[in-house]
C-alpha cells in the first residue's frame, strides 16, 4: 500500500475504535435475535404475505429461501430514477429464478437538484437525505426481508439509502444503479450557452433548447457530479456487480448486470456458507477506498459531507484532514466534466471503472481485500463486464482507450487529487482546485457579502461585481437554511472570470459536484449561523470590503484585518428563516445539524453517533 493511505487508514482505524466495536456489536446482536420471518407470529406473517399470492407457497415453506426487501428511489420526475419503473417484476422473476422471493419493502423520496437549484425547494434537498435513511429504515423495518437490494443513484439518495440499511447492517445488501443517459449536446456546449444566457447574449428560448438537448431522456446526467460520483463511490467500496456503474439503461448488459445482482444477493445470506452482511463489507478501508476514488477521478465536493455521514453510520470516522492528506498523495486519472470536456460515457469508453480501479490497486492506492458482494476481493472490479454468447461474463481491463480522458497512475494528470483544506481567522473550509487553473490558485480582492445567491445574481446584473472580487454568500449552513447548493453562481462568477477579474466564493454553503473553473471556498465551518454552543462562525464577521485570501497553494482562508478590530466586531444578524414550499416542516432537521465536517446530518447528531 501507498504509505500515506496506510497511515491515513490506521488513523481513522484508532480514531474509530469505539465506535466501530459499538457498531459491530449491535449487528450482532440484531443478526442473533433479529425479529426475521421464523419468530414472527402467523398474523404478521400473514399481512406479509397477503399481497404477493405468486410467492407465497415459496414464503411459508419450512425451507425457506431469502426474501428479498426492494427499497426503490423510483419516480418518473426524475430521469436517473425513471428507469426503475420495470425493475421491481423483474427483480422478483430472477429472485425466483435462484428459489428466492422479492418484495418492494418501501419507497425513498428522490427529489432532483437540477430542477430546484436556485428555488426555495433547494432548501431541502441535503435533508432529503436524512428523510430517505429514515425512509430506509422504515422499509426493512417489519422483520421479514434476509437481504435487500437498494435502487438508487443520484445526489442524496445513495447516501441516504446507505445510511439507513447500515442500521441494519446484519442483512446483506447490494446497490443496483439504473445507469447515465446517452450523451447529447456536450457538457462544455450547454455551460457556454448558460454564460451567454447571464450576459445577456442568449434568449430563454435558446437557454432551453440547449438544457434540453443536455438532458433529453432517462439516466443520470452525463456530467460527473454527485450522482455519478455516487456511482464510482459504490463501485471501489465493491457493493455493485463489478463494472454495473456506467452502463446505459435499456440495454442488455444493464439487465443481465442486474439480474446478476439479484442472484448474487440471494447467495450471500447469513444462512448460506458465504455471509456477506453490510456492516462488514462498509469498513474503515471500503471508506477510505471511496475517498481515494473521489480523489482520484476529481468527483463531487458534497462527498466531503456525504461520505463522512455514511461512515458515521457504521460507526467509523473520517474528518476533512484525512482527505487533505490522501489528496497529496492520490494521483489524478480522470478528466471528466467538469474538470475536462468528455462526459461520463466518454469516460465508460475509455476504459472506466474498471480501469481507474485496476490502476489504483497496482499502484497500491485502494485496498484489495475488502468483503464485497461480488464474491472475491476488490480484483473483481478490475475486470469490465460484457455480454459474450448471451451470457454475462468478466473480462480484465485494457488500456485507457483516450488518454486525454483516462491515465494509468504511473503517467497522471497530476501528482494530486486536486481537493485542499482551507483554514484561517475565517475558518476552515474545502476547495477542489482539480478544475481551476493554477494561476487561480491564489486570490486576493476585496469582499462583497450577501445573505442568499439571488442577491449575488442581482448585484452582477446591475454591473456591481465588475472588479476583482471575493463573493462571500452567508448563512447557507445546515443549520441557518439547510445548506443548498449554490449553483446558480458558477454562470456569473465564470463570466466575470472571462472578463479577466479575480474571482473567488467564500460560503458556509455548498456548490454543485458540477461546480467548475471558479475557486470556490466551501462548507466553510463553523457556519454564520449560531450552533448549540451559541457561537456562530467567523464568516459572520466579515464586511464589505475586508480584503480576503484565498490560498489554495498554502492552504489558508482569512480576513486581512486587523487582530484586534476583527475580534471586536459583532457577528451579522441572520436573516428570519425562510417559510413556504414546506420548509417549515424541517426546522427541526435545522436545529439538530451537525457541522459540514461531521455531514452536516440532524438524525446522527439526534442519535448520537
Not at 163 to 174: D, I, K, N, T, Y
Not at 456 to 483: H, K, S, W
Request: proline letters at 6%.
Amino acid at each position: 500500500m501507498n504509505p500515506a493511505v496506510s497511515t491515513v487508514t490506521d488513523r481513522i482505524i484508532e480514531r474509530s475504535r469505539p465506535t466501530r466495536a459499538a457498531y459491530l456489536s449491535l449487528i450482532e446482536r440484531e443478526r442473533d435475535g433479529w425479529i426475521g420471518r421464523p419468530r414472527l407470529g402467523c398474523a404478521n406473517l400473514a399481512h406479509a404475505y397477503a399481497g404477493t399470492p405468486e410467492d407465497r407457497d415459496a414464503m411459508t415453506s419450512r425451507h425457506q429461501a431469502m426474501n428479498i426487501g426492494i427499497v426503490t428511489a423510483y419516480n418518473d420526475m426524475l430521469s436517473a430514477h425513471a428507469v426503475y419503473y420495470r425493475y421491481p417484476e423483474l427483480m422478483k422473476v430472477w429472485a425466483r429464478e435462484v428459489g428466492a422471493t422479492a418484495q418492494v419493502a418501501g419507497g425513498v423520496p428522490a427529489m432532483c437538484d437540477g430542477v430546484t437549484q436556485g428555488y426555495p425547494g433547494m432548501e431541502l434537498s441535503l435533508f432529503s437525505r436524512d428523510t430517505i435513511a429514515l425512509s430506509t429504515a422504515i422499509a426493512l423495518s417489519h422483520g421479514t426481508f434476509e437481504g435487500a437490494a437498494l435502487l438508487g443513484i443520484c445526489d442524496k439518495i445513495v447516501p441516504g439509502l446507505l445510511m439507513g440499511a447500515l442500521r441494519f447492517g446484519h442483512l446483506p445488501m447490494v446497490l443496483i444503479p439504473g445507469g447515465p443517459m446517452p450523451s447529447g449536446l456536450p457538457n462544455k456546449a450547454k455551460a457556454a450557452v448558460r454564460e451567454r444566457f447571464a450576459e445577456g447574449q442568449a434568449t430563454r428560448e435558446e437557454l432551453l433548447d440547449a438544457e434540453i438537448q443536455a438532458y433529453h431522456t432517462q439516466g443520470t446526467c452525463t456530467f460527473y457530479g454527485t450522482a455519478n460520483t455516487n456511482q464510482m463511490m459504490m463501485e471501489v467500496m465493491g457493493l455493485h456487480m463489478p463494472g454495473a456503474a456506467f452502463v446505459n439503461p435499456h440495454t442488455k448488459l444493464r439487465q443481465e448486470l442486474t439480474r446478476a445482482a439479484v442472484h448474487r444477493l440471494a447467495s450471500i445470506g447469513v444462512h448460506g456458507d458465504d455471509y456477506r452482511p453490510l456492516g462488514h463489507c462498509v469498513d474503515e478501508k471500503a471508506i477510505v477506498n471511496a475517498a481515494v476514488g473521489l480523489l482520484a477521478t476529481g468527483g463531487s465536493t458534497n462527498h466531503l459531507l456525504h461520505l463522512p455521514a455514511i461512515a458515521r453510520a457504521a460507526g467509523i470516522i473520517i474528518d476533512w484532514e484525512d482527505f487533505d492528506r490522501l489528496s497529496a498523495a492520490v494521483p489524478l486519472l480522470a478528466r471528466v466534466y467538469p474538470n475536462g470536456s468528455a462526459d461520463v460515457n466518454a469516460f465508460e469508453a475509455a476504459g472506466g471503472m474498471p480501469f481507474v480501479i485496476r490502476e489504483l490497486l497496482d499502484g497500491g492506492f485502494l485496498h484489495r481485500d475488502l468483503m464485497t458482494i461480488a464474491g472475491t476481493d476488490l480484483s473483481a472490479y478490475g475486470e469490465t463486464p460484457v455480454i459474450d454468447d448471451d451470457r454475462l461474463s468478466w473480462r480484465p481491463a485494457g488500456p485507457s482507450g483516450d488518454e486525454t480522458i483516462l491515465r494509468p497512475a504511473a503517467t497522471p494528470f497530476s501528482a494530486d487529487g486536486g481537493m485542499r483544506i482551507l483554514q484561517g481567522n475565517i475558518g476552515r473550509a474545502c476547495i477542489k482546485v482539480s478544475a481551476v487553473e493554477r494561476e487561480r490558485w491564489i486570490v486576493e480582492a476585496p469582499a462583497r457579502v450577501f445573505a442568499d445567491q439571488l442577491e449575488v445574481i442581482e448585484a452582477f446584473r446591475n454591473g456591481e461585481l465588475e472588479r476583482d472580487v471575493v463573493v462571500v454568500v452567508r448563512f447557507q449552513g445546515p443549520r441557518a437554511n439547510g445548506m443548498p447548493e449554490l449553483h446558480k453562481l458558477t454562470p456569473p462568477l465564470g463570466v466575470l472570470q472571462n472578463r479577466g477579474f479575480k474571482v473567488a466564493l467564500v460560503t458556509d454553503g455548498r456548490m454543485s459536484g458540477a461546480s467548475g473553473k471558479v475557486p470556490c471556498a466551501i462548507h466553510c465551518s463553523p457556519e454564520a449561523l449560531p450552533g448549540h454552543s451559541g457561537a456562530g462562525g467567523a464568516i459572520g464577521l466579515i464586511r464589505d470590503g475586508d480584503l480576503i485570501r484565498v490560498d489554495a497553494e498554502a492552504g489558508t482562508l482569512d480576513a486581512l484585518v486587523d487582530a484586534a478590530e476583527w475580534a471586536a466586531r459583532e457577528p451579522a444578524i441572520a436573516p428570519p428563516p425562510a417559510t413556504g414550499m414546506g420548509r417549515e416542516l424541517f426546522g427541526i432537521f435545522r436545529g439538530l445539524a451537525d457541522e459540514a465536517e461531521k455531514g452536516a446530518s440532524a438524525i446522527l447528531a439526534g442519535a448520537g453517533l
